[in-house]
């Protein structure tokens, strides 16, 4: 066997209860940041664990916009206020008031702000696997976003993702290149603590799908096809709801 080849084996036991314990406790952050600064080794971590994340054609199409300057924070902020308010009156009248009490960014609270970008012709006009699926470049950039996700929750961090704001004042408070696509702003600190479940699930906004619902065999609408595994779905489903650890 070549030895430079990574073993196919499973990772030890705590290794792998660790990324599932990221992936099931990871939070959309908001209201919960510290002021404490970031270092830059923690930061230069989840850099990195970004830049390995999966990308079409190898083409690496990210970026990363490291934003702690407050002016540059305040003009992203007046943007999110301004389309915050907009978005009120998109809901029905009876969701409105709910609405405008979530607290739906900390951008200003947060001390790092990362935006996440796509530049669509890094590698050329023909890509391998974007040939068919145009838009695979941009799944590889959220692709980065979900790694910087789970790697800032194994330190301890919260990561808010904001995206109600118009995209094109963000791009000229940020100085992008108009063919450069902002994926993904992020809010990025240190915080209080996580909360147990999702926040829009905590103030009733909406629920949880049970996972059973949404898996089809073979064919979209064949869902009662293997009972073992639906079944299976249910008591890992309900272990996840009681805070219990799925592995």
């Not at 999966?54 to 924070?73: C, E, H, N, Y």
């Not at 902020?77 to 029905?92: C, G, I, R, S």
């Amino acid at each position: 066997m070549d030895q430079s080849k990574v073993p196919a084996l499973p990772l030890p036991d705590a290794e792998r209860a660790g990324v599932y314990r990221a992936i099931m406790t990871r939070r959309d952050t908001r209201g919960e940041f510290l002021p404490d600064p970031v270092s830059d080794e923690t930061l230069g971590r989840l850099l990195v664990a970004a830049h390995h994340a999966p990308s079409v054609g190898f083409m690496q199409p990210w970026s990363f916009l490291v934003i702690r300057d407050r002016a540059v924070k305040t003009q992203v902020h007046d943007a999110f206020v301004k389309a915050h308010a907009e978005a009120a009156l998109m809901f029905p009248e009876e969701k409105r008031e709910t609405y405008r009490s979530l607290k739906l960014e900390g951008i200003l609270e947060a001390p790092v702000n990362i935006c996440i970008t796509c530049d669509r012709d890094r590698a050329g006009p023909v890509v391998i696997g974007r040939t068919h699926i145009p838009a695979m470049d941009l799944f590889s950039s959220v692709c980065a976003v979900q790694n910087f996700w789970l790697a800032a929750r194994a330190e301890g961090l919260g990561v808010g993702w904001v995206s109600i704001f118009d995209n094109t004042v963000v791009q000229r408070a940020l100085n992008i290149p108009d063919k450069i696509v902002p994926v993904a702003y992020l809010c990025v600190g240190k915080v209080k603590f996580y909360h147990p479940r999702p926040e829009l699930q905590s103030a009733g906004w909406r629920e949880r799908l049970p996972l059973e619902s949404l898996v089809h065999f073979d064919a979209w609408g064949r869902q009662g096809a293997e009972p073992e595994l639906l079944g299976a779905l249910r008591d890992l489903e309900a272990k996840a709801a009681a805070g219990g650890e799925i592995v």
